[in-house]
């Protein structure tokens, strides 16, 4: 993988981190928010619901208190006697009172009911457990609660005890004695307690025992812990109350939470599967863009990428100078003939290669096509570039043929904006006039543009190997002087030895040139055609004949007129015509042996 991509993949991976991240670091933000405003509402809901049935219970604890208060204007109306108590204490009594009491001068003489509440009968002021807050109650004249203290039916109770004054003949106000309820708990607080319950919540009801004492003494509670709960305290009976409540699944609703952890989640797994998705149709969209002006061979751009980013370039930097190469392989329709397209390519890749090594920066390069390439030397002028350009030119090249190496040449034409074009079309009209001045003068060469070229020359160059074989009047081939060995042979060359295509033509012969003559006449002809090749200083041409075998088994006559040439790739080289004797007789009636 290139750095570029490698490069691009880390950004696209770091902003899929990034959305993930943020996006889980917002789950959290709104986790822990929603969490404290839930919390804050939940601990309001019970705020408000202590307060609302601390109420309730303050009414229900008023209920019993009204009941000391009625006996105790039935105790002032009668001024202190007070006829059939049991009959007015029955009427008093409800399912949360324990007794209805009364204490002359503190000391409790009547009780209702009187069965099972006969240890009842004490003199208060002098109890030692009760006599401080008895007389507490009488110096203050204020009602009092004591308790909670166990009853003897095994319940737990309070007392409320209401002091009672009353006057004497001389007007003054004289303490008479007590009217007590016992209350039954936590029966008096029976509906409250249901109900705080059936909203789900724990509670623990206390009191302080006394006036006189600052520790809370549990009247009832839900049987639970409680954790960090909300309190509503109040006074009655000259005593301190406090309500405690929390709900029963705690003070963070887990299902509610469980659902925002869940939405937020999967709002972020789609936000970041969306940003994916998107990376991924951006990264296909350029991939297809890239695809589109790319050369699929060399990886450089191709003619339409390579416009694109020249044009881009100089309408943005139009008063900026720029070098325009184009070059091109020399004979290369020869390496394609000769050695296939396999390694046509690879030559293109060498040199694709080569640009890139050569012009690694500041440098837009492509493919126009065929084995055409240019070079868009931005910010620089030929002063500035040539000598690089010629070392690029001069550069020795190779490509490797069963393991041996084959050398090739470049030819380059170059041309400067804005000094020797007005626009990039004129710029690459000048690249390629220089270019084909080079080929005019022999190729492998470097031209700068000068203003006496012209294109029309361009057209000397149009013929190529494959063109003239292919239609030259007879058997054509090509073999090396050293070994032998059959470079090519047009079709016409393979039709007559009786051979398919060029690769049964090599299988056939063993791509030996003598494997076409008869065996016996192998070893003369090779002599006469080295002879006469000595002989001929000038030209080194041959004519020789023998019997050219085929490979259906059949024998020609046949005239061999070739030329040994010096070649660049391949060192001396024959061109070979073969003519049918046959033919050659009928048509201009010449004598063979």
Request: proline share 2%; aromatic share 10%; net charge negative.
């Amino acid at each position: 993988m290139k750095v570029l991509e490698k490069k691009i993949l880390k950004k696209r991976l770091l902003l899929l981190a990034i959305v993930f991240l943020t996006g889980a670091c917002l789950v959290i933000f709104m986790m822990v928010r929603a969490w404290r405003t839930n919390q804050a509402q939940v601990r309001e809901n019970a705020r408000m619901n202590a307060m609302t049935y601390a109420e309730r219970m303050i009414e229900e604890l008023s209920r019993g208190t009204s009941v000391s208060d009625t006996l105790k204007e039935l105790v002032v109306s009668e001024n202190g006697k007070v006829d059939g108590f049991e009959m007015v204490a029955e009427d008093l009594m409800t399912h949360f009172i324990q007794s209805i009491q009364l204490a002359p001068d503190g000391v409790v003489t009547d009780i209702y009911p009187a069965e099972g509440n006969e240890v009842g009968k004490i003199d208060l002021i002098h109890d030692e457990k009760r006599g401080q807050i008895a007389c507490y109650g009488r110096d203050n004249k204020v009602t009092v609660m004591q308790g909670p203290f166990s009853l003897n039916q095994g319940e737990m109770g309070i007392a409320v005890r209401n002091p009672v004054y009353l006057k004497n003949e001389n007007g003054e106000t004289a303490f008479w004695g007590f009217t007590i309820v016992i209350i039954r708990i936590p029966e008096i607080f029976k509906n409250s307690v249901q109900a705080l319950t059936g909203f789900d919540y724990d509670y623990c009801l206390s009191k302080t025992a006394t006036p006189f004492t600052d520790s809370y003494d549990e009247i009832d509670s839900s049987g639970k812990k409680l954790e960090n709960p909300v309190e509503y305290k109040f006074e009655i009976g000259e005593c301190s109350w406090k309500l405690e409540v929390m709900p029963s699944n705690g003070w963070s609703d887990a299902g509610h939470m469980m659902e925002l952890l869940i939405s937020g989640c999967v709002i972020v797994l789609l936000l970041t599967g969306l940003t994916a998705a998107l990376l991924i149709v951006d990264a296909n969209r350029r991939k297809l863009k890239k695809m589109s002006v790319t050369d699929g061979l060399t990886g450089l751009l191709n003619r339409q990428g390579l416009n694109e980013e020249v044009d881009t370039w100089m309408r943005k930097y139009p008063d900026h100078s720029c070098v325009c190469i184009t070059l091109d392989i020399d004979d290369f329709k020869f390496i394609n003939d000769v050695y296939g397209h396999l390694v046509g390519d690879m030559v293109l890749q060498k040199l694709a290669d080569s640009m890139r090594e050569f012009f690694q920066t500041n440098a837009v390069m492509g493919r126009n096509g065929g084995d055409e390439f240019s070079v868009l030397l931005k910010d620089t002028t030929i002063a500035q570039s040539e000598a690089l350009i010629r070392k690029f030119a001069a550069t020795g090249r190779t490509f490797e043929v069963n393991g041996q190496d084959k050398v090739f040449g470049i030819s380059v034409g170059y041309a400067e904006y804005p000094l020797q074009a007005s626009d990039k079309a004129q710029l690459l009209r000048n690249a390629d006039a220089a270019l084909y001045e080079v080929k005019l003068h022999g190729k492998q060469g470097w031209q700068s543009y000068s203003g006496h070229l012209k294109l029309e020359k361009r057209s000397q160059l149009g013929f190529a190997l494959k063109d003239i074989s292919e239609n030259l009047p007879g058997s054509f081939l090509i073999y090396k002087e050293e070994d032998s060995r059959i470079l090519f042979a047009n079709k016409e060359m393979i039709r007559y030895a009786g051979c398919t295509d060029l690769d049964d033509f090599f299988e056939f012969t063993a791509q030996d040139f003598f494997h076409l003559v008869r065996e016996e006449e192998r070893e003369n002809i090779a002599q006469s055609i080295r002879k006469q090749i000595m002989e001929d200083k000038e030209e080194h041409n041959d004519y020789v004949q023998f019997h050219m075998q085929c490979k259906d088994g059949t024998e020609h006559r046949v005239l061999d007129y070739g030329r040994l040439v010096e070649n660049r790739y391949y060192g001396k080289i024959f061109y070979v015509l073969i003519m049918d004797e046959k033919a050659i007789k009928k048509y201009y009636h010449l004598q063979g042996n």
